[in-house]
């Protein structure tokens, strides 16, 4: 495949903590529009990986671009990503609309804008009509919904996300897979995903990269995946 058709791109990026190294000069290609998912055990990297493209971690060697520019050193804000995290991160004093505004507010969009642009992604993520609830008053799916409407209300060129869906039981994280893919879908948003789930990798995604030791094991399709490990790790 070739860069130009690529959204993210990442080039030989190397990360280290004191003497470990947690990113092994890794290179990858995300296409616009793709769910790709970074599987792997605790310790990959995939999380690291996440935080350098959302500009929370600086790489220590290697190049982060974005829709063909380089993003190394800039900040969070200036990087069109947006990520929701494991712990949805939600501000416990604001109500479900202002923590959807507080990303519009910084980037000083207007009133009138961020009523309409709040109000259509609580509907999108399904939670129309409990804009003034606070998130205590929520259920665990129901506030994964509101973080994820916080990420998706800036219209992000890039979606990250990190084991969104971990806290949740079963049940409702396996129903959470199939609308968060359908919401992607429906956006057409550039998703990266971060699990050590094997079947939420392999139910959700476009392409997965098997991660281990900071380096890529295998990228490809879940059937190429499933089917055709490249490595006894992978199998």
């Known amino acids: 495949m070739s860069s130009a058709a690529a959204e993210v791109e990442l080039r030989e990026v190397t990360k280290r903590f004191g003497r470990a190294v947690a990113v092994n000069q890794l290179?990858?290609?995300?296409?616009?529009?793709?769910?790709?998912?970074?599987?792997?055990?605790?310790?990959?990297?995939?999380?690291?990986?996440?935080?350098?493209?959302?500009?929370?971690?600086?790489?220590?060697?290697?190049?982060i671009a974005l829709?063909?520019?380089?993003?190394?050193?800039?900040?969070p804000f200036q990087r069109d990503t947006s990520m929701v995290f494991q712990s949805y991160a939600l501000f416990p004093h604001m109500t479900n609309f202002e923590n959807v505004a507080f990303g519009l507010r910084m980037r000083g969009v207007s009133d009138g804008d961020i009523k309409r642009r709040v109000l259509q992604s609580l509907e999108q993520v399904q939670l129309a009509g409990l804009d003034d609830r606070y998130p205590r008053q929520l259920s665990g799916?129901?506030?994964?919904?509101?973080?994820?409407?916080?990420?998706?209300?800036?219209?992000?060129?890039?979606?990250?996300?990190?084991?969104?869906?971990?806290?949740?039981?079963?049940?409702?994280?396996?129903?959470?897979?199939?609308?968060l893919k359908a919401l992607q879908h429906r956006l057409g948003?550039?998703?990266?995903?971060?699990?050590?789930?094997?079947?939420?990798?392999l139910v959700m995604s476009d392409r997965i990269v098997v991660m281990h030791q900071g380096r890529a094991e295998q990228v490809g399709t879940p059937l190429d995946i499933y089917e055709r490990p490249a490595t006894p790790f992978v199998a």
Not at 189 to 201: F, K, N
């Open 27 to 63: 290179s990858l290609d995300v296409r616009a529009g793709e769910f790709l998912t970074l599987l792997g055990p605790s310790g990959c990297g995939k999380t690291t990986t996440l935080n350098i493209v959302a500009g929370f971690l600086d790489p220590d060697e290697g190049t």
């Open 67 to 75: 829709r063909g520019r380089q993003v190394n050193f800039l900040p």
């Open 141 to 179: 799916g129901q506030q994964q919904r509101v973080a994820l409407a916080r990420a998706i209300v800036t219209e992000p060129t890039v979606l990250l996300l990190d084991e969104p869906l971990s806290n949740l039981d079963l049940k409702l994280r396996e129903s959470m897979r199939l609308e």
């Open 189 to 201: 948003l550039t998703t990266i995903y971060v699990t050590h789930d094997q079947s939420e990798a």
